[in-house]
């Protein structure tokens, strides 16, 4: 480009020299060719070289965007070694960018919520309010009002058959979002069958709920690491062992079996009613005719 000025700049000034004295002739003419196409030819040159440079850098700044290097492992020589040949150690070049950065986020790659061999049990998960919930179904029980720590349901869905009309992939597909949220309707519609388990922690102590695929039996088992004969609480280095509904953590039964004396005098109660029932319907029978 200092060439091209320069250049340009001497033709003017012979060009403005010669229109003052012999301007049109031959000789002027052809010196003020002789200084123009150098000029031209200069520019020209200039402006492919910095064309092509430019290229060049924009080339480079789209492969180091798509096409990062791939993280390697080299060998090296650590010198703090004691051994004279030194010890070989290996150096993992880390790439810190997140998953699916380079190849693009919705290439990444999706994981199933509930692994293939947990898929009879539950095929799909989504959650809904507890107070939709309660309010859709009637189930006859006290309805404790949702807390912060207890305010939605969790379903699981045995069958893709019973998955949601609605984020019907979001249940099934874990993409490193939370577990989708429906209504209670929505979340329900497919399900010709449900199963509800009703718990929560009675108490500060660790707790857990395992379902297991196997036949049916409607009912909720609960086991407890208490000692056989219930002298005592609840005691970690014991194992767990089948209980009954009244056992609580410290050892207390809420549900005492009754004693031989109450026994027999129940028997006796229902001895005599058994014996006179008869004698007594004969008797209330004419009355109710009435």
């Known amino acids: 480009d200092e060439h091209c000025s320069y250049g340009c700049a001497t033709a003017a000034n012979k060009l403005g020299q010669n229109s003052t004295g012999k301007m049109g002739t031959p000789t002027s003419l052809g010196r003020l ?20 440079a430019c290229l060049e850098h ?36 880390k790439d810190d960018s997140p998953p699916g950065k380079h190849l693009g986020e919705e290439s990444a790659k999706k994981q199933r919520r509930i692994p293939a061999s947990m898929k009879r049990i ?12 309660v309010k859709l179904y009637d189930f006859g029980i006290p309805y404790d009002r949702p807390q912060k720590d207890m305010a939605d349901v969790l379903l699981l869905y045995q069958t893709e058959r019973a998955l949601p009309d609605q984020m019907k992939d979001e249940a099934v597909w874990n993409r490193g979002d939370e577990i989708p949220f429906l209504g209670a309707a929505d979340a329900t519609k497919n399900c010709d069958q449900m199963n509800v388990v009703l718990t929560k922690l009675p108490d500060s102590n660790p707790q857990c709920i395992a379902i297991l695929a196997n036949y049916q039996s409607y009912h909720i088992q609960r086991w407890m690491k208490l000692p056989a004969d219930s002298s005592g609480g609840l005691d970690s280095n014991l194992p767990l062992r089948l209980v009954s ?13 009754p004693r031989q004396e109450d026994i027999r005098a129940t028997f006796d109660m229902l001895k005599t009613y058994l014996s006179s029932l008869n004698d007594v319907l004969a008797e209330l029978k004419p009355i109710a005719e009435k």
């Open 33 to 52: 060719v002789s200084y123009v196409v150098p000029c031209l030819l200069s520019f020209y040159a200039g402006a492919l070289w910095g064309a092509n």
């Open 58 to 93: 924009d080339l480079d700044l789209v492969a180091d965007k798509h096409f990062p290097i791939v993280p390697t492992t080299t060998r090296g020589v650590n010198p703090d070694t004691s051994s004279p040949g030194g010890k070989e150690i290996d150096h993992e070049m």
């Open 122 to 133: 539950a095929d799909g998960i989504a959650r809904t309010s507890k107070e939709d919930f």
């Open 245 to 257: 509904r009244g056992d609580a953590g410290s050892g207390r039964k809420s549900y005492k079996p």
